[in-house]
Structure formats: structure tokens, C-alpha cells
């Protein structure tokens, strides 16, 4: 026995999750990111936990890690110098990509530039047809020609994306073997070693992305084992991934393609428990920090998953847990444009210099500054920010204010509430797309609320979008943390394979998913050493022959066994229905591709209940806060102070180490026996 501890690094806070696994105690922590030193926030933390909580680094037997290496690369555009060979002929695969306008209501828009540039893709002869036999062998030479040409534009790394590579991958193995002998220094991964999907586009952005954050991914992981290592952490570190398991930080140095989305998916897993302990069947979680605010939709309890999810400005096709990125949060910086309009974002002040209200020497206006000048932070007897390591500088954050409130001509609370406004709307504009995406409406769905932001700005972003419920677990702003923690192991796995759905094929398709678990359990007890029970989830890329685009649709285990060709096609045309409330029964059906995904579960914490409340629960002071355009009375609650059946209304602060929430008029608030903070709109 020991302690459990899962940690994510965000813009302005690295928070700390820990689960005392001999006392069942739930610990939290934030320390401040270091963007400059990445991986020096974990070290500060495991300092910080021994110093408050006395637990030694010896003592962690699990330790997860959520990052930001990979997409930050990407969107900073910092990867290496990546070139790139294709099939003679093909390119232009990136410059075409699938011909959409970035932006179809402005005809000036453009598409980015690609990772790599035109100048640093090279050709190679031979070719590869759409059943896996060869058309034309490859050229051997061509090969080495395109090595030198690497080198005499300074490439660093090389991937190899080749013609139908997904049926058949001889071609691509080949052309590694050629440049490992030629250049045994240079990195080079190949299309179908990363997600050997059908379509050339997505096939080779998604290996592009991968091999841009490769190597920088890897030394990150490399320094972190060495880090916990060093600081004496006996486990080898989990990393989380963007379907939302984990994996080990060993495997996710040559997979990183699956954890580029890590952050964000376990603050949705997070979401999705607290959904469950407070019988929530259908909710938003919203995770707001400093830099962004994202968002997912949960069903029963379970995630959304898609694929093409955009990392920066590029899609990647590996199953993710499904989320929208708003470029606004807590430190977003707010101004005024040359036409005197307001606008908060997407700029944000970040951990360095931060808010002005955290005296660092910020002086640029933020949403959170905003909110000290309204009265909701910076009250003398609340909790302090970030576990006491930020005190607010409540005339700073209004000489910040007043720098957006003089040209508007407005007084400095009024401007600090149009700042909450905008902010919020461009929350509420996003937000309306995801739901309108998925054919649901918000006003039968909870608001799980959390991040270091998220509390603070639920009540607005719930207002705007008639949301009655909102949801705020216990220690809100450490949920992603704690997503990581409770994450299982999880990966995975495909296959093309191109058949109608019919008997004849039915030993192809079976031979496909046998293939499929081999590598399955190979990956789980092999390179993740997991010895526990696994789950293995079976389904396919289906269409109607003829359709341009599957569905991913469920399939029974014993049905593929049996070649049970009617309840496979039941199940298409109960999911076909589902989405499109259409089904065609007597149109063929074609298997695209077969998928596989396997689960192992670790052990869980199991979080005693919250003790029932014996009195009334008591304010610790009250304060003046600006809402709706005038000043109300607000009581202040601590957190801590609260028991299961504890109920209050609003307007009120609820303060704790971890984030504060805001509570507008119009909101009573109750405490369930999980210890959630339970919002509904009152009439």
C-alpha cells in the first residue's frame, strides 16, 4: 500500500491529485507551471506534497502524468525539421489536403502551412493498389537520393507515408530499412507504424503531426522517468492519453500520436465519475483554467469519442475523447480593439506574469481580474489562490481594469462585468456549436463545472445557455488530476479491410479481429505489464456501399464468432437509425475498417461518503459584490466547513484552496452525500 498520485500541467497551475490508498484520504496541491523548465513543476510538487502532507516520494506506487509537450509543439510550430516521402505523384498530399475552406463565410481565408513544406517532400517510385499487391516495385535508389536530399536541406526526421501502406506496409518497411542503414542518426517513423487508416490525407497528416512532436515528446518523457528516478519515485510514470486511458511514459515515447489530447481527455474522464456519483445521466463538462476553457459532452455517464479532433491548425485520426477548445479563460487578457469594440482573448497572461492581480507583475486586464473588482476573489478571510500561494492585489486588478474601462467610458466595475460578459459569450458561441453538432439541447443536460476557472464562471456560462444544473465536484480544481488517476489502461487497434458485408468474407473479417486481439493482449500484458482482467470492445467502420463516410458501430463478440451476418447488420442499421433516423434494411453493407479497443482496469479509490450536516451552515463573513449591474450582499462559505444535506442560496462566494465559486442570484445551492456542490436554478 501507498499513495496514488496524478498530476496536470496546464497553462498558469500544475495540479496534484493524491489518493492515500492506507488511509483512503484524498489529497490536493497546485504549484505553478514552468513553461520555460517543463517537467520542473512535477519535482516543486513532490516537494511541496512531502512538506504539507508528509508523503515521501518512495511512497507513490502510481503515478500518472497528463502533459502538454505534444500539442503545444505542434501549435508553437517548435518540432523538428520533419521531411516527408510520398508515392510518385502524390506530392501534394498535404497542399490539398480535402480542398475546405478554413473559414467558408471569408473568401480570403487560407489554409495553414503545412508541417512540412512543399520544398522538403520527396517522391519515391513504386507502387502499392488498393488490395495490397504490388503495381510497381520500389525504387531502391530513389530511396537513398531522397536520404541525400534530406540531409542537404537540414532534415532532422524523415516520415514515410506510401500509397495503400495501410493494406499492405512492405514498401514502407523497406524504405526504414534503406535509411536506417544509410543514416543510422536519423529518426524516421512510417505511416502505418503510427494509425494505418484508408485515405491517403488523413493517414499521412496524422504520421506527420506524430513524427513533428516525436523526438521532443520522447526527451521530455526520457527527463521526467530520470526526474522521478532521481527523486527517488519507484514506479514507472503512466502517461494519459487521448482516448482517455493511460499509458506507460516508455510506450508513449514512440506513440505519442495517442497522447497529444492527454490533458483534456482526463479532465472529461474526471467529469464523467463525478457525473456518475451524482446521478447525472446526460451532462456538459466544462474545464476552465487560465488559457482555455473546453468542453465535452457526456452521455450516461461515458464520454463522446471522435476522430479528426484538431491539434493546432491539423486533424489527427486517432480515436480521442471528444473536445472543443475555447481560446478563453481565467488569465485571458481582455482589450479594445481599433473600432472600440471589447475583446478578451485569445491571448492570455498565463503562470508568467500572470494576472494583475497576482502582483507579479502583470499589468494587463484578465477575467480574473475582473472578478476581484467585482467583489467575488480577494475577500480577507477566504481561502487564498492556489493553496494559499497567491494573495489578490485587489488595486492592481483595478488599475488593470481601468485601463479597458477609460476608453469605453465606463466606471471599473461596469467594465469589469462587460469583460465577464465577453467572455462568457464567446464561451456560449462555441458551446452552441458542439450541441447543435450533436442534436442535443443544453437545457435537459447538467453543467459539470471545474478547472481553476471553471466554479468561478459556471453560473454565467449556465445563465447564457438556460442550463438549471450545475455540478461542482470537490475538489474542482484539481479534477483533471484526478481524471488521471482513476484512467484505465487503454489502447487502440485497426484494420482496413474493404469487404461487403456478406458470408463469403466473414473468415476474412473474423481472421481480422483475431489479429486485432493478439496485438491487443500483447500490448496490455507485454509493454504495459498489466496482469488484471481486460475488456475487449469490438466494432467496425461501416456504410451503406455506396456512402462516402462510416460509422463506428459496436459489434457483439459472439456475433463476429458465429458470423452472425444479420446481427452485424442490425447493429449498422440501429446505429445508422440512431444518427439519422434512417435506415435502409435492404441496401448492402461494407466493413471498412475492423476496430478494437481493450481495457485494464487498476484498482479504483473508493471516497468515503461525506459526513451528513448536524447545524446550519454558517458564513464566514460577508461582502459586497457587482452583478448585474448593481451592488448585492453576498455571504462567504469555506468549502471545507460543508456536509452532506447543507443547502444556501445565492448570490455567494464559496471558497476553498483549489478555486473559488461564484454564485449568482437566482441559484440554491445543496451539498449530495459525494460531496458534490449541487446548483439549480430557482423557478
Not at 518540432?79 to 516521402?85: A, D, K, T, Y
Not at 457525473?275 to 445521466?281: E, L, S, T, Y
Amino acid at each position: 500500500m501507498g499513495c496514488r498520485v496524478g498530476v496536470d500541467i496546464g497553462g498558469t497551475f500544475t495540479d496534484f491529485c493524491v489518493f492515500d490508498e492506507d488511509s483512503g484520504a484524498l489529497h490536493s496541491l497546485k504549484v505553478l507551471s514552468t513553461p520555460g523548465n517543463p517537467g520542473a513543476e512535477v519535482l516543486a510538487g513532490l516537494r511541496e506534497l512531502e512538506q504539507r502532507h508528509g508523503i515521501k516520494a518512495d511512497q507513490i506506487t502510481y503515478f500518472t502524468h497528463g502533459t502538454t509537450v505534444g500539442v503545444n509543439t505542434v501549435i508553437q510550430r517548435k518540432g523538428i525539421n520533419l521531411c516527408l516521402f510520398t508515392t510518385e505523384h502524390f506530392e501534394d498530399v498535404l497542399e490539398v489536403a480535402r480542398l475546405k475552406m478554413p473559414d467558408p463565410y471569408d473568401l480570403f481565408s487560407r489554409r495553414p502551412e503545412p508541417l512540412v513544406g512543399r520544398e522538403k517532400v520527396f517522391a519515391i517510385p513504386g507502387r502499392m493498389l488498393f488490395d495490397g499487391s504490388e503495381d510497381a516495385p520500389l525504387d531502391e535508389d530513389a530511396v537513398r537520393a531522397a536520404v541525400d536530399a534530406v540531409r542537404a536541406v537540414g532534415g532532422e526526421g524523415i516520415v514515410v507515408s506510401l500509397l495503400h501502406a495501410y493494406r499492405n506496409p512492405a514498401h514502407e518497411r523497406r524504405v526504414v530499412e534503406i535509411v536506417n542503414r544509410a543514416a543510422p542518426g536519423l529518426f524516421i517513423v512510417a505511416s502505418h507504424q503510427v494509425w494505418p487508416i484508408i485515405r491517403e490525407y488523413e493517414r499521412t497528416v496524422t504520421a506527420v503531426v506524430a513524427g513533428y512532436v516525436q523526438p521532443r515528446v520522447a526527451h521530455y518523457l526520457g527527463s521526467l522517468q530520470a526526474a522521478l528516478v532521481e527523486a527517488g519515485v519507484g514506479s514507472e510514470p503512466m502517461i494519459t492519453k487521448s482516448n482517455g486511458g493511460v499509458m506507460t511514459a516508455e510506450a508513449g515515447k514512440t506513440q505519442c500520436a495517442q497522447m497529444l489530447l492527454s490533458g483534456t481527455a482526463s479532465g472529461v474522464i474526471g467529469a464523467c465519475q463525478v457525473a456518475r456519483m451524482a446521478d447525472v445521466r446526460d451532462a456538459l463538462s466544462l474545464d476552465i483554467g487560465g488559457t482555455s476553457a473546453d468542453v465535452a459532452v457526456v452521455r450516461r455517464g461515458q464520454p463522446q469519442y471522435g476522430v479528426g479532433e484538431m491539434i493546432g491548425d491539423f486533424p489527427i485520426h486517432i480515436p480521442t475523447v471528444s473536445v472543443t477548445s475555447i481560446g478563453e479563460g481565467g488569465g485571458s487578457i481582455a482589450w479594445v480593439d481599433a473600432h472600440g469594440v471589447l475583446k478578451v482573448g485569445p491571448e492570455s497572461a498565463g503562470s508568467n506574469p500572470g494576472p494583475a492581480c497576482y502582483g507579479q507583475g502583470g499589468t494587463r486586464p484578465t477575467i480574473t481580474d475582473a472578478f476581484v473588482v467585482c467583489g467575488f476573489l480577494g475577500a480577507p478571510d477566504s481561502a487564498g489562490l492556489g493553496y494559499g500561494q497567491m494573495e489578490m492585489r485587489n488595486e492592481m486588478a483595478r488599475d488593470a481594469v481601468a485601463t479597458i474601462a477609460d476608453p469605453l467610458d465606463m466606471s471599473i466595475e461596469g467594465a469589469a462585468e462587460a469583460m465577464i460578459k465577453v467572455g462568457v459569450s464567446g464561451m456560449y458561441l462555441e458551446v452552441s456549436k458542439l450541441v447543435a453538432r450533436y442534436g442535443i439541447d443544453p437545457r435537459e443536460m447538467s453543467l459539470v463545472a471545474f478547472g481553476g476557472a471553471g466554479p468561478m464562471l459556471a453560473c454565467h456560462v449556465a445563465r447564457e445557455l438556460n442550463m438549471r444544473r450545475i455540478v461542482i465536484p470537490p475538489t474542482p480544481g484539481v479534477l483533471s488530476a484526478f481524471g488521471g488517476l482513476i484512467a484505465d489502461i487503454k489502447n487502440d487497434f485497426i484494420q482496413t479491410v474493404y469487404l461487403d458485408l456478406e458470408d463469403a468474407n466473414m473468415p476474412t473479417i473474423r481472421d481480422g479481429f483475431d489479429k486485432l486481439r493478439a496485438e491487443a493482449l500483447q500490448w496490455l500484458r507485454h509493454e504495459q505489464a498489466f496482469t488484471g482482467a481486460a475488456t475487449l470492445l469490438y466494432s467496425a467502420d461501416m456504410r451503406y456501399r455506396g456512402q462516402s463516410f462510416e460509422i463506428d458501430t459496436l459489434l457483439g463478440e459472439q456475433d463476429i464468432g458465429a458470423g452472425n451476418i444479420a446481427a452485424l447488420a442490425a447493429a449498422f442499421h440501429g446505429e445508422h437509425e440512431r444518427l439519422y433516423e434512417h435506415a435502409d434494411v435492404d441496401a448492402p453493407i461494407q466493413m471498412i475498417n475492423l476496430r478494437l479497443v481493450i481495457v485494464g482496469q487498476p484498482p479504483k479509490p473508493e471516497l468515503p461518503p461525506l459526513a451528513e450536516a448536524e447545524a446550519e451552515l454558517a458564513p464566514v463573513q460577508e461582502v459586497r459584490i457587482y452583478a448585474d449591474g448593481a451592488w448585492h450582499r453576498a455571504a462567504i462559505y469555506r468549502r471545507q466547513d460543508m456536509r452532506a444535506g447543507h443547502r444556501f442560496k445565492g448570490p455567494a462566494v464559496v471558497a476553498q484552496d483549489d478555486c473559488t465559486t461564484c454564485m449568482l442570484a437566482g441559484f440554491e445551492a445543496s451539498v449530495d452525500a459525494s460531496g458534490n456542490l449541487v446548483l439549480e436554478a430557482e423557478g
